[in-house]
């Protein structure tokens, strides 16, 4: 039974022990706000009214000479008082309960400094995790992560009638083994294909998996009435059931398969789907009983065989969870030395790993199979757990923790056919990939356990997920563990067999787009069970290159290994300085996955971004799956030289343009290696293009710069940037075009006033002297007229209405144009010139005078009822809009009041 600080504020008195309410979430957001006070950004994911504190070691020591039952606040540490005080808190615990047969380790590790503290939900949760902060004895202040596992039902009856293998071709006389085409594929489904699986019959004739194997199940509870589970479950024989004791002293009360970290009760209960009992089928179903599917460590039959599985339960129901990093820390303590995960945070999570899950995490690495002291104990087949976590299934390319925690062994899911699962995360965190199945293959999903009471007496059924990917490596490292372990056995060495005993099948070409993120390769079963016989891999002798310009393929024959039959890695160290056998582990070197290729066969590898005509060292080293490598040998190799582009037929005297003439000329550019090349223009460029057809480029000079001597630099680069450049000088000499200087305006005239005249001198400059020819020309006669007399424009307005006017100054070699807008007017003196469109529909224009700045307009109906009122402020030239769109149709009278008198004008609405 957990024990509980129960803390009273005031007259107001706590219960003992927690309701389930305080026990709904999980990890925290590891971008916490610390005890120093820091406030780093926080998520908008942090469930309400909890919080994790980790205090330090002075305050950690003040609490537990305090008794473990409910106490007044007035006993409490006082800062801490007053700091929880603040936020109203009703609760406190500790996160990871006390077992008093590994109490000193868990102090040593500071497992017992983190509490959780629960406060009113509806209280604003940064601004309390910001006040727990601001206590400086608290070191960690932690918003709490909801964790997640698939909430998608089991499936029953795939797309078709399965298809499989007679049971003749089964090791075992489970009926639906055949059905699970993970451990073994046959390649008859569509599109699946034959050996994408695990390899698991193979591994089956070394070991079946033994009854001194643990592996933790943090998950949803496993069904313990399933009969292809019960006989491979855990049992804590030192705790009697249902007697409400703790027995065996280890903290928790009645934890016989395990224990129940949502309600905080022994019994295991169901998550809403039978997350956790699928999963756990897939790790040990009972094997050769003749019913239902088998588990990877399963076992025989035989009464000796089957790894077990413990229960940490951390779902219930629908969606109840609890402390993952409790349940974590409970597998370490009570004998599993696997801790299996398919669970994890809603995307995005938390951006890094919780402190309180990493610390749970690092001590079952660190202590499983141990005693307090971190040794081995006798009975335990390894020193140290492992803990291997799924990738998720988001179909994104994220850091996802806890998966992405460096120590943990992340899993990817693989579909039948050698490629990703459509919905698995990756990225260069993911370690390995397994079959996590995919719905879009017949039959194409992972087959396993699932509970009768969820599924109307079903028990084996289809999911998918990295969920499901996860337990087929949990399995395999149950059966490395049960062939292999025993005294001096490591974590380390299971990790190592684990990561590198992969399907003869490379990753990447499979998956080319995810290339580095769906982990190291394939598990094998088979493989993690093979003996270590200490032979190096062959060494690479024909390590040749086919150099480029900037860059270098480098090419070698796979080798094979005697008792590996292929490496798992190729190193290559690659250094513009000489490698020997002295220094060369010291540059980083190009990891290259072996797997896939068959000694004898070419691999390649291409170094990019290199330099011309330079020298390069380069090194081959052959790694097989326990770490063995093949001997250093280094070759020297060189970038070919980059020749620089050709230019040609350069002008060799200076080329002269004066005014509007125009000069042009053509060179020839080419590359001798046949690299494409561009050209730039520096130097004097007005004036001055350049067009390029192949290797021609023509150019075209104009006397636009101002008169004096100048140069065209002409730069020709190729496309690894080798230049060639030449000088092109040319002259511009006195020269004067005429030229537009000051616009015309536009003019409003009256059809009453004599001609306009305008001095054409003052809008156009030309070279005194020249003779120019200027001409003018309305675009409508009939409104206005034209005359042009020397350097003079007259224009006469002829009717009401607009045109456009253009006017041309040319010297015979250059031409100055511009145009402008006349308006004609009856008299331009009107207050108003005219009111347009009549009969009008949405909007009546009214052309005002422009000395007229503003005026009021009113309309009324025939019978005098005004209608419409509005000022407007009078903008130059421009109609004043008047917005009819409501009136009704029919005759209206228009008025304008302003400065300058009144008007009045009967229009017509439709």
Not at 863 to 872: L, T
Request: glycine share 8%.
């Amino acid at each position: 039974m957990k024990k509980y600080l129960l803390y009273a504020f005031g007259a107001l008195a706590l219960l003992n022990g927690c309701s389930q309410d305080h026990f709904i979430d999980l990890e925290t957001n590891s971008r916490t706000v610390t005890a120093s006070g820091s406030n780093n950004q926080l998520s908008d994911q942090g469930i309400p009214g909890i919080a994790y504190i980790k205090v330090q070691d002075a305050l950690r020591d003040e609490i537990q000479k305090m008794s473990l039952n409910g106490i007044s606040l007035n006993s409490v540490p006082s800062p801490m008082a007053a700091t929880l005080k603040s936020i109203k808190a009703n609760h406190i615990e500790r996160l990871f309960t006390p077992d008093p047969r590994f109490e000193k380790r868990m102090h040593r590790e500071g497992l017992d400094r983190w509490y959780i503290v629960s406060f009113d939900k509806k209280q604003d949760l940064k601004q309390t995790l910001t006040t727990l902060a601001s206590n400086p004895q608290f070191e960690i202040v932690e918003e709490v992560y909801l964790q997640t596992i698939p909430t998608t039902k089991a499936t029953f009856s795939a797309f078709s009638p399965t298809v499989t293998r007679s049971s003749d071709d089964m090791p075992f006389n489970d009926p639906e083994l055949k059905m699970q085409w993970h451990y073994k594929n046959f390649g008859i489904t569509p599109r699946s294909i034959e050996g994408a699986d695990i390899n698991l019959f193979e591994a089956w004739e070394q070991t079946t998996g033994t009854r001194n194997v643990i592996v933790s199940v943090v998950d949803g509870g496993i069904d313990s009435g399933h009969e292809d589970l019960k006989d491979n479950l855990w049992i804590n024989k030192g705790e009697i059931p249902d007697n409400g004791i703790d027995d065996d002293g280890n903290g928790f009360v009645d934890d016989v398969y395990g224990y129940n970290f949502v309600s905080d009760k022994g019994e295991v209960t169901l998550d809403d789907v039978g997350h956790g009992t699928h999963v756990a089928g897939t790790i040990a179903a009972r094997n050769n009983n003749g019913i239902g599917v088998c588990g990877v460590a399963g076992g025989d039959g035989s009464p000796n065989s089957g790894a077990l599985l413990m229960s940490c339960q951390i779902f219930e129901g629908e969606g109840g969870s609890g402390q993952g990093a409790s349940a974590t820390v409970y597998g370490a303590n009570n004998g599993a030395v696997i801790s299996q995960n398919s669970w994890g945070y809603d995307y995005p999570g938390p951006g890094s790993i919780p402190a309180s899950i990493r610390e749970a995490i690092d001590y079952f690495i660190k202590y499983a199979g141990c005693d307090n002291e971190g040794k081995q104990l006798p009975n335990s087949p390894m020193k140290g757990g492992v803990v291997i976590y799924a990738a998720g299934n988001d179909d994104k390319d994220y850091l996802n923790y806890p998966s992405a925690y460096p120590p943990v062994i992340s899993v990817s899911a693989m579909a039948p056919n050698w490629e990703k699962a459509w919905y698995t995360n990756r990225g260069d965190w993911v370690d390995i990939m397994a079959p996590g199945g995919d719905e879009f293959f017949i039959n194409g999903m992972v087959y396993s356990t699932v509970p009768a009471s969820l599924y109307n007496g079903e028990m084996y059924g289809y999911m998918q997920g990295t969920s499901m990917a996860c337990p087929h490596v949990s399995g395999i490292a149950a059966l490395i563990v049960s062939k292999l372990g025993g005294p001096g056995f490591t974590n380390e060495e299971l990790k190592n067999r684990l990561l590198g005993s992969l399907r003869p099948e490379n990753i990447d070409a499979h998956n080319p787009n995810y290339a580095g993120r769906l982990g190291v390769g394939y598990i094998d079963a088979a493989r993690t069970l093979a003996e270590n016989k200490n032979q190096k891999p062959e060494n690479i002798s024909d390590l040749k290159a086919d150099p480029e310009y900037t860059a270098m393929t480098l090419h070698w024959t796979a080798i094979k290994d005697e008792d590996d039959g292929t490496a798992i890695k190729y190193l290559l160290y690659f250094s513009d300085k000489q490698l020997t056998a002295s220094n060369y582990k010291s540059i980083t070197p190009y990891t290259i996955n072996a797997q896939g290729y068959k000694p004898g066969e070419k691999v390649t590898y291409k170094i990019s971004n290199l330099k011309e005509n330079a020298t390069y060292y380069a090194a081959v080293i052959a790694v097989d799956r326990w770490g063995l490598e093949s001997d250093f040998a280094a070759s020297e190799f060189k970038t070919l030289k980059n020749d620089p582009p050709v230019i040609e037929n350069v002008p060799q005297n200076a080329i002269r343009v004066s005014g509007a003439e125009v000069q042009s000329f053509t060179v020839k550019i080419s590359d001798p290696n046949g690299h494409k090349i561009s050209y730039a223009l520096k130097g004097e460029n007005r004036g001055v293009s350049a067009i390029r057809t192949d290797d021609n480029l023509k150019f075209t000079l104009r006397a636009v710069a101002p008169v004096g001597k100048y140069d065209i630099e002409l730069v020709v680069t190729d496309e690894l940037g080798a230049s060639t450049s030449v000088k092109i000088p040319f002259e511009v000499y006195v020269y004067e075009s005429p030229f537009l200087s000051n616009s015309i305006q536009n003019m409003l005239i009256g059809k009453d006033e004599a001609a306009r005249e305008i001095d054409l001198t003052q809008h156009f400059t030309y070279q005194s002297g020249s003779k120019v020819t200027i001409s003018a020309k309305s675009s409508d006669d009939s409104v206005v007229t034209t005359t042009v007399n020397a350097s003079t424009l007259s224009v006469k307005g002829n009717k009401p209405g607009q045109a456009s006017v253009s006017v041309s100054v040319s010297d015979g070699n250059e031409t100055a144009q511009t145009k402008f807008q006349v308006s004609v007017v009856a008299s331009i003196g009107d207050i108003v010139y005219q009111i347009y469109p009549i009969p009008a529909t949405t909007v009546l224009n009214v052309l005002v005078n422009p000395e007229i700045k503003k005026a009021e307009f009113t309309i009324r109906s025939i019978f005098g009822e005004k209608v419409f009122s509005k000022s407007y402020t009078v903008n130059g030239t421009d109609p004043v809009k008047l917005n009819i769109q409501k009136l009704s149709a029919g005759t209206y009278t228009l008025v304008m009041e302003s400065n300058k008198g009144t008007y009045k004008k009967t229009f017509v609405k439709q």
